[in-house]
């Protein structure tokens, strides 16, 4: 689905709005935080932080390698 926003100024930086239906749909509100991506196409926007996937991935390598050490520091 694509919507068409317009950016406006707000004091000295610039906004937009995102239709109420999209908020909804990816469980946004007032407040939350989101990520700006620039791509190739242009600008992602996004309720995900994509450094936390990098984080997992190197959570869970650790995990696999030190698996018995963490084992044994749970006892």
């Known amino acids: 689905m694509t919507k068409e926003t317009t950016i406006?100024?707000?004091g000295n930086s610039s906004g937009t709005t995102i239709p109420k239906d999209m908020l909804e749909r990816f469980h946004l509100a007032p407040g939350d935080r989101i990520h700006l991506i620039e791509t190739d196409e242009g600008i992602l926007i996004t309720p995900y932080d994509p450094l936390f996937s990098e984080a997992?991935?190197?959570?869970?390598e650790g995990a696999r390698k030190y698996r018995n050490a963490m084992r044994e520091l749970a006892k």
């Not at 997992?56 to 869970?60: A, H, K």
């Open 56 to 60: 997992m991935e190197i959570y869970e």
């Open 8 to 10: 406006r100024a707000i």
